[in-house]
């Protein structure tokens, strides 16, 4: 090593000193920085930690939110979703199932009035005065499925009348019998008051909205289960129901004025029919129909009016039919409004004619007559031998159990000869 280089030496280590002093602080920053980056990535890791601990709460209340819920639900149930075709399948098919079995039972109780079967002519003539109907039967003419249509209606308007009677008259008795009178009236009074509750207090809650359908549907499900059985007694007893048993025996005697069954076990079965009748009929036109949301209800057609296949069936030629009219409604339409529009349930049953022109003289004097003509067959009869048995608490009709007690003395009178003014026809 030369001198030169030796007098260099103290200098070239001091600069590597300097250089070594310079990395080791920039070792130190390195340093410094990996543990503030550690200890940002810890502060991460925490923080991270507590919003999956937040997020597991909030999963946890959700999840118990949800089941509170799922209470309510299932205390309200559905009480929005009864459309006939979207909505709640279920309910409307049975409703419309139970609708066609009460159309085949309505229709085997009134009969064929063909076989073995006689037709009070004049008073079958009255029925059709009654309802406006411009076909003429006469003996040798009767139109029988006119007839039939006009005796199917006149039933059905019977029975519901009525059961209308029975609701307004009686629902302040606290009879046993009168038990579904009651609850209509009280269900109806709370669902005003829940009503009343939803549009006078302030709140914004689905709760108190669906509160008065629902208990509608609840009460109405209920009736339309139980209302008009038999009635429970003492020791496992039971009676049966005095409105079912007095007005299906009544509606016997009505229906044997307008024909009269000559065959005895043709007779039996008919009658026996009648109790089934009126209480099916009850429980869809009364208990059935206020399930629907909104509720559903039925309409008549009434004589003359135009044939529309929307909302009837019958028996026409669709080339024909914009010359037809209604000549008598047999079975109501069962419906319900709806935003969309008409929600038809089953359509009306109707008997048509081709559509005849009449006069201003001709329409008045039908008014006229319908109202001046005699219905023996009142249904205010009905209501006068019902009140008469109520004073009974027992829940006893006070009648005979033999439904062919009304047609004592059908078989006497049902030989081939037939009474005056009757069409007969036998096998």
């Known amino acids: 090593m030369t001198s030169r280089e030796i007098q260099k030496e103290p200098e070239r280590n001091k600069r590597l000193d300097d ?50 819920a799922s209470k309510y639900q299932s205390a309200l149930g559905i009480a929005t979703n009864f459309d006939l075709n979207v909505d709640d399948q279920g309910d409307s098919v049975k409703l419309n199932k ?42 040798e003419e009767p139109n029988k499925p006119l007839i039939k249509a006009v005796l199917q209606r006149h039933v059905l308007e019977e029975i519901l009348t009525q059961a209308n009677y029975f609701f307004m008259n009686f629902k302040y008795s606290n009879k046993d019998h009168h038990l579904e009178s009651e609850i209509v009236d009280r269900a109806t009074y709370l669902t005003g008051l829940m009503e009343k509750l939803y549009n006078n207090r302030l709140g914004n809650d689905e709760i108190t909205r669906l509160i008065p359908i629902r208990l509608r549907q609840q009460v109405y499900t209920a009736l339309g289960t139980r209302g008009f059985n038999d009635i429970k007694k003492p020791l496992n007893n039971y009676s ?21 069954i000559k065959d005895n076990e043709k007779r039996k079965y008919v009658n026996s029919l009648a109790k089934d ?40 030629n669709d080339d024909d039919i914009k010359n037809l ?65 109520d004073s009974d608490d027992s829940g006893e009709s006070g009648q005979s159990d033999d439904d062919d007690s009304d047609d004592s003395d059908d078989s006497d009178n049902s030989d081939d000869s037939g009474d005056s003014g009757n069409s007969n026809e036998s096998n």
């Open 19 to 68: 250089e070594n002093v310079d990395l080791k602080m920039k070792q130190k920053e390195y340093e410094n920085g990996v543990n503030s980056y550690c200890n940002h990535c810890t502060e991460l890791e925490q923080q991270l930690e507590e919003i999956k601990s937040q997020n597991q709460s909030l999963k946890q209340k959700n999840k118990n939110l949800e089941a509170e």
């Open 98 to 139: 139970d609708i066609l079995e009460l159309h085949d039972t309505l229709e085997n109780y009134v009969t064929n009035l063909k076989p073995k079967i006689n037709v009070n002519i004049n008073e079958a003539k009255k029925l059709l005065n009654k309802y406006g109907c411009q076909t003429n039967i006469s003996e």
């Open 240 to 260: 049966k129901h005095n409105f079912i048993d007095i007005i299906s025996k009544r509606m016997n005697k009505i229906m044997n004025q307008f024909r009269r």
């Open 277 to 316: 009748l009126v209480r099916n009929a009850v429980k869809i036109f009364y208990f059935r129909l206020p399930i629907q949301e909104p509720k559903a209800e039925y309409r008549w057609f009434e004589n003359d009016e135009k044939v529309n296949k929307s909302y009837m069936k019958g028996s026409w």
């Open 325 to 389: 009219v209604v000549e008598v409604c047999a079975f109501p339409m069962i419906c319900r409004q709806h935003p969309d529009g008409l929600k038809v349930f089953t359509p009306a049953k109707v008997f048509t004619r081709r559509y005849k022109k009449r006069n201003l003289i001709g329409k008045f004097t039908d008014k006229i007559r319908k109202k001046l003509t005699p219905n023996d067959n009142s249904v205010l009869s009905l209501q006068g031998d019902y009140g008469s048995n």
